[in-house]
């Protein structure tokens, strides 16, 4: 049987600047709402791209001193790399200046000239760069653009334009009989008061030699940039050169886009497509804006100043995670690194992180890594909340209530945790009469995570298959989430500890207000060491499985893109190896050499920004300061460390 289908797309991006965090919220949104419906069994397509042509792009282009379709070039590698770093699963990447992209947009105009809906006439009147969009004086706040606050240009031009007003009434009346047309509501009602004024024909070419694509029959005249841009959902999907996939995919389930150009898309674009006898979009969601609120930087984290960035710290779930949970999907949100560091303890580090270590680090000492066959009953309770947990998760993605959906989860996430404080595994653990329990219970948590680990997968998809390499279970989640989130018992997995999922992150006086403590839900202060529970200590044999040794650091160089880290060669009496070291902020390449310091000497190799760093220096830090660990006094490298 073939599967339903879902198209959702994001705005397409100008390039005359580089990605930002802005551009990021949308595509992980965006890429949060496709994974769920991969999820939910929909056979989904997920469209990006970037809006390349305009006066905009072409003045970036001058100053960056390169033609539009070089500078363009460049900036789709700017724009993939920024999605890729933010593993956004999209399936394609559309942009402006492709051919298929060109035949498309001929065709479309093509179909709403033969409808008669353009006609030939003068346009005179101002034009806002930043918005590439048109403007009556009344539209205007003290004669500037109401979004940019400038002073737009006057143009009078003779242009092709788009008989936009006589659609009006229709789209009125499709807006009101489809209340998911647009969403949230008060984008709705933004759109039908704007509507209420009356719409102006629209000029859809502009003269003079401008950057875009020729005017079908008047190479005099480009294309108008949003007519040119708007057209990209469908020339995406093979409008004008494919008509089967065209015809899969096509109307869009949801059009995603920010609330700056909510208007395009819920008045002009529907007009295009009424005009051109095409079937519209069945939703246009138009998600609030993020603001980064402070100029502080992160020193905890390195000094990082671009959100972005912290990608390379600690991967790009984390900066997703906040970014999905913290600001209700369609509402503004701020930015800034104190709540991103409490989220992340509070949340990953604390409810998330610990619950998976102790599930497995239990599993592993009490009874082995693994669940016998026949585990006995627990009481842990976990399996009606996991099973209404999940079903409600379904449904919060479906209506794209993305944080809603997270909050959910937690409830299973916060309820398995207390399971364990309530039912005590490590007293279970000394009574072997109650054995039955045990694995019953631990039996419980592992497949609460199992569960977890599939309704987090949208929005952190590698910690999703963290969890489940922790677990001993494939990474593929294989299989949709009406058969995996079943309820099943966790028997034959092996599970081995491994290090922390979410390690937490020392929030440094500049970051946190100073003697507030973090808002973690913990009652800790911010750094303050947990308690140390039974179930944490460890034995004299696992510590002397870390092999600590002294080692001369030969040489330190900068390890480029990356203003953290620093490459080092070490030598460790035994050979001479590479380690990639997160110090930068805090030594200078050259002060290091000489240095003894204490090294891991057995961890496992890791590829870090393509080098291959073997082992890890030990540094003690607080306040914001770190110092290096060595031996105290001048000792032959390679001297063991016990
Ligand atoms: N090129 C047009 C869209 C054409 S779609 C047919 C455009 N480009 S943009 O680069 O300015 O913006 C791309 C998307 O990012 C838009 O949806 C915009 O609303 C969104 N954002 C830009 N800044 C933003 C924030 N600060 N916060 C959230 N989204 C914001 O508009």
Request: proline share 5%.
């Amino acid at each position: 049987m073939s599967r339903p289908t879902f198209y959702i797309t994001c705005a397409i991006d100008y390039v005359n600047a580089k990605p930002h965090l802005g551009h990021a919220y949308e595509k992980v949104t965006a890429d949060c709402i496709a994974r769920a419906h991969r999820s939910l069994g929909y056979d989904v397509f997920f469209l990006i791209g970037n809006d390349e042509h305009g006066t905009k792009v072409a003045k970036s282009a001058r100053a960056a001193g390169k033609p539009p379709r070089e500078y363009v070039d460049g900036m789709e590698l700017e724009f993939r790399e920024a999605y890729r770093r933010l593993n956004v699963s999209y399936d394609d990447f559309i942009r402006t200046c492709q051919t298929r992209h060109h035949v498309g947009v001929h065709e479309l105009l093509r179909r709403v000239q033969q409808n008669g809906h353009i006609t030939r006439g003068k346009y005179t009147g101002w034009y806002c760069e930043g918005c590439e969009a048109f403007y009556t004086e009344k539209d205007l706040v003290d004669g500037l653009c109401p979004d940019h606050a400038t002073k737009p240009r006057w143009v009078e031009e003779d242009n092709y334009f788009f008989k936009l007003s006589a659609f009006r009434d229709r789209l009125v009346d499709h807006i009101r009989s489809n209340p998911d047309f647009i969403r949230p509501e008060p984008r709705r009602n933004e759109v039908l008061s704007f509507l209420e004024r009356g719409l102006e024909d629209l000029s859809i070419s502009r003269a003079g030699g401008e950057w875009g694509i020729p005017f079908p029959g008047d190479p005099d005249h480009v294309v108008y940039v949003w007519f040119d841009a708007l057209t990209n959902y469908l020339t995406g999907i093979g409008f004008g050169d494919d008509e089967g996939e065209f015809s899969k995919w096509w109307p869009a389930d949801v059009h995603i886009v920010g609330k700056d150009i909510t208007r395009f898309h819920c008045v002009i674009w529907p007009a295009m497509l009424m005009a051109a006898g095409l079937e519209l979009p069945k939703s246009v969601f138009g998600h609030g804006f993020i603001y980064q609120s402070g100029t502080k930087m992160s020193k905890s984290l390195g000094n990082i100043v671009n959100p972005l960035d912290v990608i390379d710290t600690t991967g790009s779930d984390p900066l997703r995670y906040f970014l999905i949970r913290e600001i209700t999907y369609g509402k503004d949100g701020d930015f800034s690194w104190e709540s991103f560091i409490s989220r992340y303890n509070a949340d990953l580090a604390n409810d998330l992180g610990n619950l998976v270590k102790r599930t497995v680090d239990m599993t592993f000492k009490f009874l082995g890594g693994e669940i016998a066959e026949g585990n006995g009953t627990g009481r842990t309770g976990l399996r009606n909340v996991a099973e209404d947990v999940a079903s409600r998760v379904g449904q919060a993605y479906r209506r794209l209530d993305l944080s809603g959906a997270l909050v959910i989860t937690w409830e299973l996430v916060r309820r398995a945790n207390r399971a364990i404080q309530e039912t005590k595994p490590w007293e279970l653990a000394k009574d072997p009469a109650r054995r039955d329990e045990l694995t019953g219970t631990l039996g419980e948590l592992l497949e609460a995570l199992r569960i977890v680990s599939y309704l987090v997968e949208p929005a952190i998809p590698e910690k999703a298959i963290g969890i489940r390499r922790r677990l001993g279970l494939p990474e593929d989640p294989g299989g949709l989430w009406d058969e995996a989130l079943a309820w099943r018992e966790a028997t034959g997995w092996k599970v081995a500890p491994s290090e922390p999922l979410f390690p937490r992150i020392d929030a440094s006086p500049d970051t946190a207000a100073a003697g507030r403590p973090a808002k973690d839900g913990s009652g800790r202060a911010p750094g303050e060491a947990e308690p140390d529970r039974e179930e944490d200590l460890i034995e004299l044999a696992d510590f002397e499985r870390v092999k600590l040794v002294v080692g001369t650091i030969l040489s330190a160089e900068p390890v480029r893109g990356a203003d953290r880290l620093l490459e080092l060669q070490i030598d460790t009496g035994d050979d001479r190896r590479r380690v990639v070291a997160g110090i930068a902020a805090h030594f200078a390449p050259e002060e290091l050499k000489g240095r003894q310091v204490v090294l891991v000497a057995n961890l496992k190799p890791a590829r870090i920004r393509d080098i291959e760093s073997r082992g890890m220096i030990l540094v003690a830090q607080a306040d914001g300061r770190m110092t290096l660990l060595g031996p105290g006094e001048e000792i032959a490298a390679g001297a063991r460390i016990r």
